[in-house]
């Protein structure tokens, strides 16, 4: 994925958002659910700061950016304490979820104001020669935020659909996938760098984009 040099603090700025609010949604929810570590850690929250991972928010996604790589980062995970919720299952699922859903939502603003603009002639004089720049980053908000929800899905430790395929699973297949989640990160790296993350959120995103 080429992206034009100069157009890169727009992405880096959507991204730095949608992910404040990825990360703060998942604080959220676990408090609603009976666990208030993540709001003791000051994680609901949409400021930056509090989510910033050095690598993987800072120097992993602008060296993906500038070198054409799949577009990939992450923030410091949110603690979650499973032993404050009354249903440890379901709290584990629907935090796990509230990541990808919260992107799922901005897709849809970004997708909705961009139509907006798009079949408004008026809001297009109105807004000049910054009309192109303005669809353009509402596009950059619409495909980062499908991207950064599909990709957290995938069912890969430590991404969010790992935690909701294992509440799923029997308890047997539940304990050995448990056991993989240590070197998780190291089999997500190497899927990354095969190209294989690519080939299976690539389609899924061309599926949802032709459904727009």
């Known amino acids: 994925m080429r992206i034009d040099p100069a157009f ?18 998942h604080a959220w929810v676990a408090e609603k659910f009976g666990d208030p570590t993540g709001r003791y850690a ?13 690598f993987g928010t800072i120097i992993f996604p602008l060296v993906s950016l500038f070198t054409g790589a799949m577009f990939f980062g992450w923030a410091k995970p949110v603690p979650v304490d499973l032993s404050q919720m009354k249903d440890r299952k379901l709290g584990d ?12 939502i901005l897709a849809l603003i970004f997708f ?20 192109q720049p303005v669809v353009r980053t509402l596009s950059t908000g619409l495909i980062l935020n499908v991207v950064l929800a599909v ?13 909701v ?29 095969t190209g294989v993350t690519s080939k299976i959120v690539e389609p899924i995103i061309d599926v949802v984009f032709r459904g727009l």
């Open 93 to 104: 699922i629907c935090v796990s979820l509230a990541g990808p859903v919260s992107n799922m």
């Open 42 to 54: 000051g994680r609901v929250t949409l400021n930056p700061l509090a989510h910033i991972d050095m």
């Open 8 to 25: 890169i603090p727009i992405w880096f700025v959507i991204f730095l958002l949608s992910l404040s609010i990825h990360e703060a949604a």
């Open 165 to 193: 395929l294992q509440n799923l699973l029997p308890p047997r297949a539940a304990e050995a996938f448990e056991n993989i989640r240590p070197y998780g990160f190291f089999i997500l790296m190497g899927l990354m760098f």
């Open 151 to 163: 990709f957290n899905l995938l069912p890969i430790p430590p991404l969010d659909g790992s935690h």
């Open 112 to 131: 909705t104001l961009m139509k907006v603009v798009l079949m408004s002639p008026s809001i297009q004089m109105s807004l000049g020669d910054f009309a």
